[in-house]
């Protein structure tokens, strides 16, 4: 068999468009490389001729998105000397601070709103030994908390607010192009604090740039550390489209949102910290934001899981939901190829899953002829 090196992580991989250095300590998962899978079932319920494939982010290391952001992130940490992180979260960036911390052999400090968070993303911060500390109050009170709290004391911010962040993140778009052979037509992203979809328009505009397309205009998201800070191009490059839930959906608001409300509890955020940055996506990319209902995010999650065998949270589900309506009233024509990014993974949060399930469980007596009964009710 033809020898084929292992994986050992993003920042390997793109280690010339990273800002790290031949001698950096790499703090890695073999985060990264995640499938794009194209969907067989799902299109052909919208009657319209699409391609739509997903990202699933859900199988990076922690289970989100957060991993490629938070390898980057720590890498830099430990570089620069520091022994300690802190994040606000609403559950996956502590979840990947914990694991990236206890790889790195720091301390990670972890705000999460008390009770609004999914329990798996829970587990995670614990069971890494972040010191947790749950505030009666919801994310966006963290991050002014936390914000306060970078000032003078010592340790490293991990949120997204962090540049290091999005450096990591942008390697998602890197990975699509290589995988499609050119962008998409359409990235459509759930939206909370306006991080990943910032982060993916770094990526494509770093990507197209390199490709060696015509540089027309400024990179104003990089804050100097991409290797083309200098300028980004128009090419190349899909309209980016970001959902918010209904309940916490600033960007459709025009305005911050001051007591957000959702199911997907991962995006209960009312005030994005990359609000400018995400407008400018949107502006340049020629895309827009929309919002889903709660019960439109948890049907497309539930469509996914049972048409697809693709489980992700309900968060993540938003991308999808948003983009089967916009297929559906023509704003994204048919002939589209379309990215939807599943930001996690399903088992992140068991419990909204089994609340809406319909598919009952059935205790039988432990007998041949029972679980034969069943079977026979059942097929499809
Ligand atoms: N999807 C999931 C599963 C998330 O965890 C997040 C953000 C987003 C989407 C939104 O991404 O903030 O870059 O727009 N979660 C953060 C956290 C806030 O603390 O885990 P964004």
Known sequence: MPFRPRYTGLIDKYRDRLPVHDDTRIISLGEGNTPLIRLNNVPAQTGKDVDIYVKYEGLNPTGSFKDRGMTMAVTKAVEEGSRAIICASTGNTSAAAAAYAARAGISAFVLIPDGKIAMGKLAQAMMHGAVVIQIKGNFDAGMQLVKE??????????????????????????????????????????????????????????????????VTEACAFCQGHCRFAGGAVVGNRPKMVGY???????????????????????????????????????????????????????????????????????????????????????????????????????????????????????TVEATLESVKSVILDNLA
């Open 149 to 214: 709290v970078g000032k003078d004391a010592p340790v490293t911010i991990v949120n997204s607010i962090n540049p290091y962040r999005l450096q990591g993140q942008k390697t998602a778009a890197f990975e699509i192009i290589e995988e499609l052979g050119r962008a998409p037509d359409f990235h459509c992203l759930p939206v909370g604090n306006a991080g990943n979809i910032t982060a993916h328009w770094i990526g494509y505009c770093e990507y197209s740039s390199a490709s060696g397309d015509h």
């Open 244 to 362: 918010q839930a209904a309940g916490s959906a600033p960007f459709m608001r025009g305005e911050m949102v001051d007591n957000p409300e959702t199911v997907a509890t991962a995006i209960r955020i009312g005030h994005p910290q990359s609000w400018d940055q995400a407008w400018k996506v949107s502006e340049e990319s020629g895309g827009w934001f929309d919002e889903c209902s709660d019960e439109e995010i948890l049907a497309a999650q539930k469509l996914l899981a049972e048409r697809e065998g693709v489980f992700c949270e309900p968060a993540s589900a938003t991308s999808l939901a948003g983009a089967l309506r916009d297929i559906g009233n023509g704003k994204i024509p048919e002939g589209s190829s379309v990215v939807c990014t599943l930001t996690g993974h399903g088992l992140k949060d068991p419990d909204t899953a089994i609340k809406q399930s319909t598919t009952p469980v059935m």
